[in-house]
């Protein structure tokens, strides 16, 4: 595979990573949307997050291959310097480190923001089904995340329920006092 190149999120890469989306809609349980989302409607959702944090596309060979940006954890002021964060990659270029890619390329623009922790919600099968794995779990603990809460038989899908797991991972030394977080738009240069 030739180089992974990881950038900000241009409005024409929407139709892109809308369609990655839309496979893990449609046959998975790793996200709890039913139903796949208009273009104006996701459209919505990439503006309201880039105001404020990172929201990243990966390239190969000029192939949009993969999405991972962050989010408000909670819409309160204490709350400013964790966020959620959310990866997807196509799902015929999995396992080749584009996640890898895209969250290094996260985390340090989420500690130049300012961002202390950073939080996943996981969806988790009872058992190993067609629909949902352990391998996001296991992922992310392999980053150093930590799970920090599970919410037994919070989503259903398909059929079947499926736990939710909080992981957790420190980016940066919670310090005091803390400086105010910068927004994305300010420390890239888009």
């Known amino acids: 595979m030739k180089d992974i190149n990881v950038r900000p999120i241009q409005l024409s890469d929407i139709p892109d990573i809308l369609k990655i989306y839309e496979y893990y809609i449609t046959n998975t349980a790793i996200t709890f949307e039913y139903v796949v989302p208009t273009i104006e409607e996701f459209t919505r959702r990439i503006k309201h997050v880039i105001q404020r944090y990172p929201y990243l596309v990966a390239e190969v060979d000029g192939n949009l291959v993969g999405y991972a940006y962050a989010n408000i954890l909670k819409d309160r002021k204490a709350y400013e310097w964790s966020v959620e964060t959310s990866i997807y990659v196509h799902h015929t270029y999995r396992d080749l480190g584009i996640g890898s890619h895209l969250y290094t390329h996260l985390f340090n623009y989420l500690k130049q923001?300012?961002?202390?922790?950073?939080?996943?919600?996981?969806?988790?099968?009872?058992?190993?089904?067609?629909?949902?794995?352990?391998?996001?779990?296991?992922?992310?603990?392999?980053?150093?995340?930590?799970?920090?809460?599970?919410?037994?038989?919070?989503?259903?899908?398909?059929?079947?329920?499926?736990?939710?797991?909080?992981?957790?991972?420190?980016?940066?030394?919670?310090?005091?006092?803390?400086?105010?977080?910068?927004?994305?738009?300010?420390?890239?240069?888009?």
């Open 113 to 190: 923001q300012g961002i202390l922790s950073v939080y996943a919600c996981i969806t988790v099968p009872l058992q190993d089904d067609q629909f949902c794995d352990c391998s996001s779990y296991t992922y992310h603990k392999y980053l150093g995340f930590s799970e920090v809460g599970r919410f037994p038989k919070a989503g259903y899908k398909f059929n079947t329920w499926y736990d939710i797991v909080w992981m957790h991972m420190e980016l940066e030394d919670h310090t005091t006092p803390i400086e105010p977080i910068r927004y994305f738009k300010d420390i890239a240069q888009l």
